[in-house]
């Protein structure tokens, strides 16, 4: 992807933070992919996501769900958690949400569905660097700054 950075988040707060700046800068019908390491931070960024949104509801990993949809904010946020789907060839309507055409879409473990994603996109890697400390890696092909983030 033509577009990178790279952010150093020493805290979760931080981490949200870069989540509500996403929020802000990025179009409807965008669809993020969330890579990293377990317990890296992905679902703390969805919530920092939500809460730019102005989404009051709690924001849990929809590991057992799949999917949650959140409607109650300036946005509408669609999150997925991809992982349970891995060597599951299943059509279960994902693809409706996928790049929702006048919200936010983040998927967590988006290797696992491939074949569902859009070629715009944004893609944010999140590994543990130490107990607080995490490397953020934000690419994408749209048209945005992500400057703006930093």
Same mark, same amino acid.
């Given at each position: 992807?033509e #577009?990178?950075?790279? =952010? #150093? /988040? %020493?805290? /979760? $707060?931080?981490t949200? #933070?870069?989540g !509500?700046?996403?929020?802000?800068?990025?179009?409807? +019908?965008?669809?993020?992919?969330?890579?990293?390491?377990?317990g890296?931070?992905?679902?703390t %960024?969805?919530r920092?996501?939500?809460?730019?949104? #102005?989404?009051?509801?709690?924001?849990?990993s929809?590991?057992?769900?799949i999917?949650?949809?959140y409607? !109650?904010?300036?946005?509408?946020?669609?999150?997925?958690?991809?992982?349970?789907l891995?060597?599951?060839?299943a059509? =279960?309507?994902?693809? $409706?949400? =996928? +790049?929702?055409?006048? +919200?936010?879409?983040?998927? @967590?473990?988006?290797?696992?569905? &491939? !074949?569902?994603?859009? &070629? @715009? %996109?944004?893609?944010?890697?999140?590994?543990?660097?130490n $107990?607080?400390e995490?490397? =953020?890696?934000? $690419?994408?092909?749209? +048209?945005?700054?992500? @400057? @703006?983030? !930093?």
């Amino acid at each position: 992807m033509e #577009n990178k950075i790279t =952010i #150093n /988040s %020493l805290s /979760s $707060e931080h981490t949200m #933070n870069i989540g !509500k700046m996403i929020s802000q800068i990025v179009p409807n +019908g965008t669809t993020i992919l969330l890579c990293g390491d377990l317990g890296a931070g992905k679902t703390t %960024l969805v919530r920092g996501i939500a809460q730019g949104l #102005n989404i009051k509801e709690v924001v849990q990993s929809p590991t057992f769900n799949i999917m949650k949809i959140y409607f !109650k904010g300036d946005r509408p946020l669609i999150h997925i958690d991809a992982y349970r789907l891995a060597d599951n060839d299943a059509d =279960i309507g994902l693809d $409706e949400y =996928i +790049g929702y055409e006048t +919200g936010i879409t983040v998927i @967590e473990w988006p290797q696992f569905i &491939e !074949k569902l994603l859009p &070629e @715009e %996109l944004i893609k944010i890697s999140i590994f543990n660097v130490n $107990e607080n400390e995490r490397n =953020i890696i934000i $690419e994408t092909n749209l +048209g945005i700054n992500l @400057e @703006e983030i !930093k």
